[in-house]
């Protein structure tokens, strides 16, 4: 299997622009993680997907943050309008079901300028 | 106090040596997961335990839940070893939810 794909792998953007980010999971996997990192705060649960619906979505930051999976094998991440202080590494993870190894994605490099 | 606390924070050490992290965690786990992330920044999922002991090449992973501490050891260490290396807790009433240890920073020289 391919693991998990991430796109892009940078993002340089200007703030208030909108910004997509995409993941594919490894097939087979029923859930989804989409996560932040910054040397600040870590890793983040940003939402949680379990076979496509959105179980929890506490840790989106603000309105400007959605996430969708309108399928098995798709899910993007949007942030709308961006922000400097959006700027992080965005990882996307799968498992086969909520308690069980997570396989992570390559990341996106996000920088808002 | 953090539910998940590691140490070292920092390890250096000589290429060949016994290497061994720790972890300690405060609540009620379903699972504990040890994870790497190398300079490049991809992360990889290690091990998922939950009782005894897990080996894969020259990485081993002990927990005892009794004492809640969890062990990483890395036999005859090499200098592709160096990463940092998270510990996380799946919460026994939330499974998806990691609660994430602040990592330790290990770095093997030549």
């Known amino acids: 299997d391919a693991g998990v794909i991430q796109s892009p792998r940078h993002e340089v953007t200007e703030m208030g622009q909108e910004v997509t980010l995409r993941c594919k999971p490894i097939?087979?996997?029923?859930?989804l993680f989409w996560y932040r990192q910054t040397m600040m705060r870590g890793l983040e649960l940003l939402i949680y997907?379990?076979?496509?619906?959105?179980?929890?979505d506490s840790g989106m930051p603000e309105d400007r943050f959605s996430a969708k999976m309108p399928n098995a094998s798709f899910s993007t991440l949007k942030i709308q309008p961006s922000e400097p202080r959006d700027s992080a590494v965005y990882f996307c993870?799968?498992?086969?079901?909520?308690?069980?190894?997570?396989?992570f994605g390559p990341g996106t490099r996000l920088t808002v300028l | 106090k953090n539910e998940v606390e590691q140490s070292p924070q920092n390890l250096t050490a000589q290429e060949g040596e016994f290497i061994t992290i720790n972890c300690s965690y405060s609540?009620?786990?379903?699972?504990l997961h040890w994870l790497q992330q190398h300079p490049g920044g991809g992360i990889v999922s290690l091990f998922m335990?939950?009782?005894?002991?897990k080996k894969h090449g020259r990485l081993i992973a002990t927990i005892n839940i009794q004492e809640k501490h969890s062990s990483l050891h890395i036999t005859a260490s090499h200098p592709r070893d160096s990463a940092v290396y998270i510990c996380a807790v799946s919460r026994v009433d939330s499974n998806y939810q990691l609660i994430w240890g602040a990592g330790t920073k290990l770095i093997i020289k030549p």
């Open positions: 993870a799968s498992s086969l079901d909520e308690l069980d190894t997570q396989y």
């Open positions: 335990l939950s009782s005894g002991k």
């Open positions: 609540v009620g786990i379903s699972a």
């Open positions: 997907f379990n076979n496509n619906v959105p179980i929890d």
């Open positions: 097939s087979g996997h029923n859930s």
